[in-house]
């Protein structure tokens, strides 16, 4: 058996063994190398994870201690949080997360449990009168379990729940099965928490593979929330084997070979609509159609789900990024398996079919991005 020390400095650990005196493979030392990178990024990606959430709920504390008990507070008003926007001026501190991180500390109170002197939590009496005893003691993630196993992200998602049982069932699942959040935001939108409850053999029904999920530790590193914390551009953290990422980092090499005007605005540019976060996969603007052409690659067949979240993104660039002198933007969303429909363009709001015209004469055609998919598709199953 091998005798494994280990590393510890601030908290962190990594696993050591004693190579003195001993003889090794080059298979040992490779072995060893990858062990020891995978233990760091795991300790890492928890340490950010936690950092960000711990940050994320003092945020909301201090909101909530001002709003109650601020001295000049009345002079803000209703206009708090875009104010401390404009004030804070950093990266990330937006109203948005401002509003959520109001929201994490009056629905997660017993994250104090993990800072060394227990806060006084000043909530409002309505709020705390709201929970019962039951769901008070019973059906409470401790703050401990949350910071280890949950990101903030994951805990965005639950939190659009009102019921706090339900917040609690995904909770539970979510640690058991380590769900990534895209895996997490699907079984919340597809009932699982009222499924297993009308399910005559609930245990059956959450042991299917469809619910068990798999270590998500190296996706949590790429989330955007993580991306803003650090500083990190998306791409800087790219996966070479992740299919998705890989067909974006090609179209967007394709796209600008083509030619006819088209220009990189942004990857993964952050927008909101209604509070919420979301990131189109590209972003161009075209100087011959003098317009912006957002683009949606969909790992997935085609759903007009799918395309009416690419209307909401083009009516909002509309709305928010045109400039004088610009033309309406346009959309373009790729489906890479096998449906009705690889390839969708979504012409918001424009009524002129002859402009409409003219806009297709100068983006890519359908069988054009359709050939490219199939192409990367096919070298993707030969790797």
Not at 27 to 36: E, F, K, R, Y
Not at 95 to 124: E, G, H
Not at 145 to 168: G, K, N, Q, V, W
Request: a negative charge.
């Amino acid at each position: 058996m091998k005798d494994i020390s280990t590393y510890a400095h601030d908290g962190m650990e990594l696993p050591f063994e004693d190579w003195s005196n001993k003889l090794h493979s080059f298979g040992d030392l490779t072995s060893i190398i990858q062990s020891t990178h995978d233990a760091a990024l795991s300790s890492a990606v928890k340490a950010i994870n936690r950092l960000q959430t711990m940050r994320n709920w003092l945020i909301g504390y201090y909101i909530v201690e001002y709003e109650q008990h601020g001295k000049d507070r009345a002079e803000y008003g209703a206009k708090l949080l875009k104010k401390l926007e404009e004030r804070v001026n950093r990266k990330g501190m937006t109203t948005t997360l401002f509003k959520w991180a109001r929201k994490f500390y009056r629905l997660y109170p017993q994250m104090s449990d993990n800072l060394p002197l227990n806060i006084c939590r000043t909530v409002s009496d309505e709020f705390g009168n709201q929970k019962s005893a039951t769901v008070m003691h019973q059906f409470v993630t401790p703050g401990k379990t949350i910071i280890s196993h949950l990101s903030f992200t994951h805990l965005r998602e639950i939190m659009t729940l009102d019921d706090p049982l339900a917040r609690y069932f995904y909770e539970q699942e979510c640690i058991k099965c380590t769900w990534s959040v895209r895996e997490l935001r699907r079984q919340i939108s597809t009932n699982l928490y009222i499924r297993a409850g009308i399910s005559t053999n609930p245990d059956k029904l959450l042991s299917l593979p469809s619910v068990q999920g798999h270590d998500s530790a190296e996706l949590q590193i790429r989330q955007p929330f993580t991306f803003e914390f650090l500083g990190l551009k998306p791409q800087d953290v790219i996966d070479e084997h992740d299919l998705e990422n890989a067909l974006i980092s090609h179209l967007q090499e394709f796209i600008l070979e083509l030619g006819k005007g088209f220009c990189l605005e942004s990857r993964q540019k952050r927008i909101i609509i209604d509070d919420e976060y979301y990131y189109p996969d590209l972003v161009f603007y075209n100087r011959i159609l003098h317009c912006g052409v957002i683009i949606e690659l969909k790992n997935e067949e085609f759903s007009y789900e799918n395309f009416g979240q690419l209307n909401a993104y083009v009516s909002h660039y509309r709305e928010n990024e045109m400039q004088p002198g610009d033309n309406p933007p346009i959309g373009i969303l790729l489906c890479t398996r096998k449906g009705k429909k690889m390839v969708e363009y979504a012409l918001a709001g424009m009524d002129n079919q002859l402009f409409v015209s003219t806009y297709m004469l100068q983006l890519p055609d359908k069988k054009t991005l359709e050939d490219f998919l199939r192409r990367q598709l096919s070298e993707q199953n030969e790797v």
